[in-house]
């Protein structure tokens, strides 16, 4: 309803409203909906003016000394949105929809090494900039992390309308840190890759996750997940697979259901307590063709035959049904999908009209917040295209991924991506285009109101213009608690998958064994009752951990440089292999390979006397397995192929279809005996 009230209502754009005569002509009946039922919220202000109406309190965000619509908590968040966005300048609208780097330490603040942000820097973006919503990429630990937020904040608190901050995150429950993908946990309770949780297929585990994680996003000041992955792992060399549900696409759509209905707090949507869910990459990311990744501009095409993209939306079903608040379209171009029968334009989601209006719009219905990529709008000039020089670092200033458009200026990629349903544009801060595309008629400013208002709307459900701020001193209690991390380390013991047991090797006893180490804490295995030796002829056998193979393809990228391509298999000379093969020749060899990709396994197969897979665990949940004090219970969320010829031959947009996998999708052993 309120899209279309915005739609087809004209707003000053260059001044504040002064008369409450205009306003109300502008404002439909919904904005005056008010349930007199509500209690009293508590009210978090620092500098704002408490006001009280008919016995109730309210923050004084305008400082006029009146309550106004926006104001006051017992409308609704769409009739106080729609009140809001009148009230807004071009300016400020343009603002909102920027979704900025919270600037902390490192280029762009992309690297957040430090424990503290940039005030001053944060004060220009927040203040001259009207940018409300920032990704925090700070490690610091739950207490610092949450005053920090706090300070945020309070620079927000004093703008002109007093609107409140959204702040974002990459995942922070798991194993793995990637740049731009994930962030190092600092204190939060660490949890099983997600496709750990594919392994265990169990819907109320990820629910029960997503919630842990809420509490604790939620007890440091943090509001939006960039979360959950619902691209379907169909080609094996991709470097992102980790942050998947798997390769099976029914499974996808029902955990991402409940990962969204966690985090959110509710079947229902969004609420006060609950945590943004920006569902990604729509659509068809895990088609990458060759497994090269997008956010490079060797990778920018995904591969596909006419028909298959709908095996690829079905996990966002999941999303939807479970009434996700944003969608982040992916970078990728998708060669050879169609929709409704036509070809696809060849331009990235983010600029895709018939992906983000005719398809996630008209036929799903979405009518929450559509969020791009990082850097869309960039320039990729020549060291973006064609990587650095021999010598030369890459840099993050060289980076965009404009892909299809990059001969558009700037201003009318903007505008390409508002005309194609965008609302938000992730990782910069530069609104001026906005506001340019609109004076210069190639944005309707009726679809800068509706960008507007959607975002607005979610910070009205989630509380915020009541109260922003958070308890540091709860925070610590809270983030990574002893009992939510004991949650954790179950999932991370159940999700081990079984492939090699070989004369029932596991479980084994500790007491009394001699046992050489690669890879594991030799204090945790002496807390076990193992003894440790350095010497593999004193070892009665061997526990190594190693992680799946790659390659780093293209270091010359910023990205290439980080993410795991190439090669699927296990190469003689590589360091991990020569060192499995040393080790496993001597003594019988427990193998646990982290599968972060689906590795080819051939090579080790007959090494490993037992052989697990991992997506994610530590030495404690592993070596909780390898005694017998847990049993693993994970299946194969993906098929792990037999050879690299077979991984060619696949096709990129179709599941498990490698012809003789050397174990299949759901493969998963179980132990026959107790230790002994």
């Not at 309120?2 to 109300?24: C, Q, V």
């Not at 400082?63 to 400020?92: C, K």
């Not at 992680?547 to 780093?552: D, E, F, I, K, R």
């Not at 599968?595 to 030495?619: E, Q, Y």
């Amino acid at each position: 309803m309120g899209e279309n009230i915005i739609a087809h209502t004209a707003y000053p754009h260059s001044k504040m409203i002064s008369s409450r005569a205009i306003l109300l002509s502008l404002v439909p009946i919904v904005v005056h909906a008010q349930d007199t039922t509500l209690p009293q919220p508590t009210l978090g202000a620092r500098s704002t003016p408490i006001i009280q109406v008919g016995g109730k309190k309210f923050k004084d965000l305008n400082r006029n000394g009146r309550l106004e619509p926006y104001e006051d908590w017992r409308r609704t968040p769409r009739g106080r949105a729609f009140d809001l966005v009148a009230r807004m300048t071009l300016e400020e609208k343009a603002g909102m929809m920027m979704h900025g780097t919270a600037r902390s330490g490192g280029p762009l603040g992309m690297v957040g090494a430090g424990t503290g942000y940039d005030t001053a820097a944060m004060g220009r973006l927040i203040r001259d900039a009207a940018v409300n919503s920032f990704i925090t990429r700070l490690r610091s630990d739950p207490a610092t992390l949450a005053a920090q937020n706090n300070a945020l904040q309070e620079i927000a608190e004093r703008t002109r309308l007093g609107i409140p901050l959204t702040i974002s995150t990459d995942p922070r429950n798991h194993f793995q840190y990637t740049l731009g993908a994930s962030v190092q946990a600092s204190g939060f309770s660490q949890w099983p890759e997600t496709l750990g949780f594919a392994a265990l297929r169990d819907a109320a585990l990820v629910r029960r996750f997503a919630d842990i994680a809420r509490q604790e996003y939620r007890a440091v000041g943090i509001e939006e997940t960039l979360s959950p992955q619902a691209d379907i792992a169909t080609e094996p060399r991709w470097s992102r697979i980790s942050g998947t549900f798997g390769e099976d696409p029914d499974v996808a759509r029902d955990l991402v259901k409940a990962y969204v209905q966690g985090f959110q707090h509710g079947t229902s949507g969004l609420d006060s307590l609950g945590v943004l869910a920006v569902v990604k990459h729509w659509v068809g990311y895990g088609a990458q063709k060759n497994g090269l990744d997008s956010h490079n501009s060797y990778g920018k095409f995904a591969s596909f035959s006419p028909g298959d993209l709908e095996t690829h939306i079905k996990p966002f079903l999941g999303a939807f049904a479970a009434h996700v608040s944003g969608v982040m379209p992916t970078y990728s171009i998708l060669q050879g999908a169609t929709v409704n029968g036509r070809p696809i334009a060849q331009v990235g989601a983010g600029f895709n009209e018939q992906l983000l209006n005719e398809v996630l719009r008209k036929r799903y219905g979405f009518d929450g917040i559509i969020l791009t990529d990082w850097a869309i709008t960039n320039d990729c000039g020549e060291k973006c295209q064609n990587g650095a020089p021999a010598g030369e670092r890459p840099s993050f200033a060289d980076l965009g991924m404009p892909w299809g458009v990059e001969n558009l200026s700037k201003l009318d990629r903007f505008a390409k991506a508002i005309n194609a349903g965008v609302d938000q544009f992730g990782g910069v801060e530069e609104s001026q285009y906005v506001n340019e595309a609109v004076r210069a008629g190639k944005v309707d400013e009726r679809k800068v109101n509706e960008s507007a208002y959607r975002v607005a709307v979610q910070k009205f459900r989630q509380g915020l213009f009541e109260n922003p701020y958070v308890d540091p001193a709860r925070a610590a209690q809270i983030v990574g608690s002893a009992e939510f991390q004991r949650q954790a380390t179950d999932a991370q013991r159940r999700s081990l998958v079984l492939l090699e047991n070989k004369k029932d090797f596991l479980p084994i006893v500790a007491s009394g064994k001699r046992v050489f180490l690669h890879g594991i804490d030799s204090a945790t295995a002496t807390r076990y009752g193992f003894t440790v030796v350095s010497d593999l002829s004193q070892a009665d056998f061997a526990i190594v951990r190693t992680g799946a193979p790659y390659q780093t393809v293209h270091p010359q990228y910023v990205f290439g440089a980080m993410m795991h391509e190439g090669d699927l298999g296990f190469r003689d000379g590589d360091k991990e292999f020569e060192e499995i093969k040393r080790i496993s020749a001597a003594v019988p060899t427990v193998l646990t390979v982290s599968l972060d990709r689906p590795a080819i396994l051939t090579g080790v197969k007959d090494r490993a006397t037992a052989l697990l897979a991992n997506f994610g665990v530590s030495d404690v949940a592993l070596l909780d397995v390898v005694t017998g004090a847990a049993q693993p219970q994970g299946r194969l969320p993906f098929e792990l192929p037999s050879s690299m010829a077979e991984v060619e031959a696949q096709k990129s947009d179709v599941p498990h279809d490698t012809a003789h996998p050397l174990y299949p999708i759901g493969f998963g052993r179980r132990y026959s005996r107790v230790a002994r």
